[in-house]
């Protein structure tokens, strides 16, 4: 299970957000150190930075090739909340426009097919979205537009619903929505606008479908996601799918006839399995969706569909081990849009695919891979055949878009650099577009990051990036922090990790390995702790530390684990294990697996790896580190959110009341109101200042192990 598929390090926000090789030193190395610059005009990273740096996103070109469009996220401290806003940069460089106000938060933006417009999500003057204005709280998401020639930004739906999702049908004259179906409060709502400011009144959650809860969404009902269209003319929307299923990912079919989206449609009931099949309904049914084209019919989760030019074709994701789910490698395939025989492309490369879209010659299938500690840009002939890597290299390839010229626009980030927009021009060189970050990271002495080799215990080669305190000199042992990342199918990659980055600013060693069950490194790599967490992984995350501590880096007698989601579960089982660790810090971690079944969102990914609990109770038992609680030693710190459906509470209070009654050095810090991924800016800051107080107490044996301002027992 993915308990948090965008969890590598501590913190969830998106901001910050190696196969065979020799057991030898790095293979790249970013940053600044004792052989780098080390001028005193330069400074050293703080928690503050993580306010003043961008996350730029969602690359879109523009129909002529002449523009890229791109998000761009920040966390505003002071009013304790998170902006996204607007811009576009010319393709061929130049400086970049703001397209949406600063305190109007937008996103998802999408160029009309006649590059007219430029239609955008927001919730403007509401609370509705993603950092928004939380005084108002009556504003739904829904379509903006600007019109190129000028002017002010218009609403163009208006629906009782949030729209979640949107894309232009080609002719620009319509648009297909992905709306959830309303609630009773919406209907009335709808019906009586004049009385916004009357409170409904709560009702209680009837609950009648198996899988029946999720992180932020919470308590599940059978409100279902489905399509509809919208007239830009006459704002007429019509609903084209319908039934007791989920419907997202819509994609136009270049005649503006047919609608691509992936769904759920297995009987007696799709919340018993992950599979996923691509299906293509009539642009203009009037029936609801009742007549559909079954395009794919893998037994795995299929997603991301993209029509060839031509319209014959219909390109997606495809996993072919369905009851392997998330340890299935994520593949590339293509069908027949009527639907037909499905040709994979991408098994000879055996790493997982994402995003496929065709060039607009149809020639080739583009795609972003998951491979060795990185995420390149790749592409596949349609028909099949070798696989070209346009943007390789040790990069982090976030998001692209392609131009109607060949084009390509990409985020692409770095070790040493949060993600910045890059083009590539046909034929031409990859050029950096945007400088978002650059103002704050010039001002910041990095610490070199290696991307190391080293032998597991049953001599598996595991590889894993290691950050040098900043100012490291040879010969010098440092403290030294062990952050398994989440996932578990997941991994660190080449890009500019914040949490590594500030603990290797405050003296740390810093170790992000990718042991075996993490994604980038083959199937068989991937799977091989199916079932079996907290065995190879453990060894494959000591076998770093002992790495480390045979180059001389890391102090054995200063060392610290911590993580986030499964990476707070393998802290977890790592201190059952062993007490070479100073401290720990168990972020949103798991302990006594049974109290997870039919509380979090897992239930079908439990039974799939480890079985019914009352069927299959002594696995459960087996690998759950409540088990072996009396063997932990070592001072540990446990943070969650209280409204987190992911990994619930329960499990640190769990947690904290054993080590407590155990007479274990433990704290419990309750985050409310927080789900999984933490948002709220002044949690964020409080989260990255304990760290380094616990840390800093028990793995230096400095200061005290809380803020000085708390009065709280150790």
Known sequence: MNFCKFCAGIVAVAIFTGAAGAQAPAVATAGTGAGGDTSAAKRVLSVDDYFRLKELEDPRISPDSKWVSYTVKSANLKEDKNEERIWMVPASGGAAIPLTAEKSSSSHARWSPDGKYLAFLSSRGGGGGEGGDTD????????????????????????????KNFAWAPASDRLVLELQDPSPEEIAGAKKKDDSKAKPKPRPWVIDRLHFKEDEPGYLNRRRTHLYVFGIADHKVTQITSGDYDDSGPAWSPDG??????????????????????????ANNSDQGKSLVHVTTNEGAEDSPAWSPDGKWIAYTTQLEAKLFDYSTIQIAVSPATGGEAKVLTRSLDRNSTIPKFSADGKWIYFIADDDGTQNLLR???????????????????????????????????????????????????KKLTTTNDAVMTELR????????????????????????????????????????????????????????????????????????????????????????????????????????????????????????????????????????????????????????????????????????????????????FNRVTAIKTPTMIMGGDADANVP???????????????????????????HEFTRPTFIKDRYERDLFWYGHYVKGEGPSIPPDEKAAD
């Open 136 to 163: 108002a709280d009556d504003s739904k998401t829904q379509v903006w537009i600007l019109n190129r020639e000028g002017g002010e930004a218009t609403q163009l739906t208006e629906s009782a619903q949030e729209v």
């Open 257 to 282: 006839t047919k609608i691509a989206f992936a769904s759920n449609r297995t009987s007696p009931d799709p919340d018993l399995n992950f599979n996923e099949d691509i299906w293509v309904v009539d």
């Open 380 to 430: 596949v002939p349609a028909e099949g055949g070798a696989i070209e890597r346009p943007i390789g290299g040790r990069k982090m390839v976030q998001g692209y878009s392609l131009g109607k010229d060949g084009s390509v626009a990409a985020m692409i980030a770095e070790l040493s650099h949060l993600a910045e927009l890059y083009g590539l021009p046909p034929g031409g060189e990859l």
């Open 446 to 625: 990095l610490p070199e990051v290696e991307y190391v080799h080293f032998k597991s215990k049953d001599g598996t080669t595991v590889a894993g990036y290691l950050y040098k305190p900043v100012g490291y000199q040879a010969g010098t042992k440092y403290p030294t922090l062990l952050r398994p990342h989440g996932g578990p199918v997941w991994a660190y990659y080449a890009e500019f990790e914040f949490d590594a980055q500030l603990f290797a600013a405050n003296g740390y060693a810093v170790l992000t390995p990718n042991p075996r069950g993490s994604s980038g490194y083959g199937h068989d790599y991937c799977k091989a702790i199916f079932a079996d967490w907290g065995h190879k992984d453990f060894e494959d995350d000591m076998a770093m530390v002992d790495y480390a501590v045979a180059q001389g880096i890391a102090d054995p007698g200063k060392l610290g684990v911590g993580g986030w989601s499964y990476g707070g579960i393998s802290t977890n089982f790592i201190i059952t294990q062993t007490t070479r660790f100073k401290a720990a810090i168990s972020g949103a971690g798991e302990f006594l697996y049974i109290t997870n079944w039919g509380h979090d969102l897992y239930s079908r990914g439990w039974e799939y790896e480890l079985g019914l609990p009352w069927e299959n109770r002594a696995l459960w038992e087996k690998i759950s580190p």
């Open 649 to 675: 509470l329960i499990n640190g209070e769990q947690m904290y009341q054993s080590l407590k009654r155990l007479g274990v050095p433990t704290l419990l810090v309750v985050y409310p109101g927080e789900f």
